[in-house]
């Protein structure tokens, strides 16, 4: 029997589940979003099997609802939500990165009899929109659920049976343990990435030239300052309990820096970098929100069609890949190619293929 499945907000999130769950048997996605474009978009890139413009009419035979929007947005929905009508065995579920003031919400739709679970994919980019949607987005991630007390096992099960095809690790969570977790290795680095380009900003004045030597270090630690405003004002703000005591934390930490470098030694110097150096390396690559792809990097010369060269090296030998993009360090000069592969298989053979058959220089970062 079709699964019907109500997508409300599509962009990046909404858009790349509404992708990924395509691939599951007998479903039928039809998605709405508040900006017209970005429905049009939707249909037009067949993001959705086809879009609404009254999302409490499609909903009245949905057998899941899944919310892409913005947290403060999710909020309102789920209030006006009360009054739909829905069919009883419905499973309402969100993707967004806060929960506890989702799931608060949660409690009063379980008061109506409604059940929401809330979801929180751990990957995404500082890119939004639709466009930026992608089907793979959510592969070998932590999809982390939060369920109300006393949930079902029954509504979990429905609800990860169409997760499944996501390719995302599903776990459970409480809302309290999301939003102190995410706080730590999502929200607090998204504030201080973006203080460190406020700080970046007050140079102008009198070494304008800073800027321009922002290279790989800087642009590394800031990308995600380049996120969706809306996005971060709504997260800060549901999460704000939260962040402030990391920043707490943080300025002590910076105390303790501080006097690092007060006291000028050497030795204590190293040794904090170090320990964090050791710290970070260990983190789990592979899976999970540090999940990283199996990327591999190729020096390449400049020159028009070389990466139509490379990719046709990949081609000719049956090697997909499943990203691949430009980093650019320095300023007007072509840069370093990256290409992501599924496994550490493929990416092994494609070090090989494009050292004997292009040889250029390959290495994994
Ligand atoms: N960006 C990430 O890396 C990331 C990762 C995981 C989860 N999330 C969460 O996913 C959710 C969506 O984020 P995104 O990155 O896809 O943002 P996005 O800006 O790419 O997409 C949001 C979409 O929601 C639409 N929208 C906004 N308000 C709406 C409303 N009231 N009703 C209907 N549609 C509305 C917008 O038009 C847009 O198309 C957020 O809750 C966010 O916290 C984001
Ligand atoms: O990779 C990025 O650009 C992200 O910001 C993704 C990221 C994160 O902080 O890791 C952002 C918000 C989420 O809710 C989950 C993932």
Redesign the pocket.
């Known amino acids: 029997m079709t699964r019907n499945v109500l997508v409300?907000?599509?962009?990046?999130?909404?858009?790349s589940i509404a992708l990924a769950l395509q691939k599951a048997p007998e479903v039928k996605i039809v998605g709405?979003?508040?900006?017209e474009n970005?429905a049009k978009q939707a249909e037009m890139l067949n993001v959705v099997h086809e879009t609404v413009i009254a999302p409490e009419i499609a909903a009245k035979d949905a057998d899941v609802i899944i919310f892409?929007?913005?947290?403060n947005?999710?909020l309102?929905?789920l209030d006006q939500l009360k009054d739909w009508q829905l069919k009883s065995t419905v499973i309402i579920t969100?993707?967004?990165?806060?929960k506890k003031a989702i799931m608060q919400k949660a409690a009063e739709l379980r008061a109506k009899g409604i059940t929401f679970i809330g979801g929180?994919?751990?990957?995404?980019?500082h890119k939004?929109?639709?466009l930026?949607a992608k089907p793979h987005l959510f592969e070998n991630a932590y999809y982390m659920l939060t369920p109300l007390a006393g949930e079902e096992i029954v509504h979990m099960a429905k609800l990860e049976s169409l997760l499944k095809y996501t390719h995302a690790k599903v776990v459970s969570v409480s809302a309290h343990e999301h939003d102190h977790m995410t706080a730590v290795v999502s929200h607090f680095p998204h504030i201080i990435a973006a203080s460190l380009v406020h700080q970046l900003r007050t140079e102008d004045d009198n070494y304008p030239m800073t800027r321009s030597l922002a290279a790989g270090g800087f642009r590394d630690i800031t990308r995600i300052a380049s996120?969706?405003p809306?996005?971060w004002r709504?997260?800060t703000l549901q999460n704000r309990k939260e962040l402030l005591m990391q920043l707490k934390d943080w300025q002590a930490e910076m105390g303790r820096v501080q006097q690092l470098l007060e006291q000028g030694e050497a030795a204590d110097i190293e040794q904090y970098f170090a320990s964090a150096k050791s710290v970070r390396d260990e983190l789990p690559v592979g899976a999970g929100a540090f999940f990283t792809p199996f990327d591999l990097y190729v020096d390449v010369p400049d020159y028009a069609g070389v990466i139509a060269e490379v990719i046709g090296y990949l081609a000719d030998e049956a090697i997909s890949i499943t990203n691949l993009r430009i980093v650019e360090s320095r300023e007007d000069v072509f840069g370093v190619l990256v290409i992501s592969f599924q496994t550490e298989e493929d990416r092994k053979r494609a070090a090989n293929c494009i050292e004997k058959r292009a040889k250029f220089e390959t290495y994994i970062s």
């Open positions: 409300i907000g599509l962009g990046l999130i909404g858009g709405y979003d508040q900006d970005t892409g929007t913005p947290v947005a999710t309102v929905w969100d993707t967004g990165s806060t929180h994919p751990m990957a995404g980019s939004s929109g639709i930026a996120s969706n809306i996005l709504d997260i």
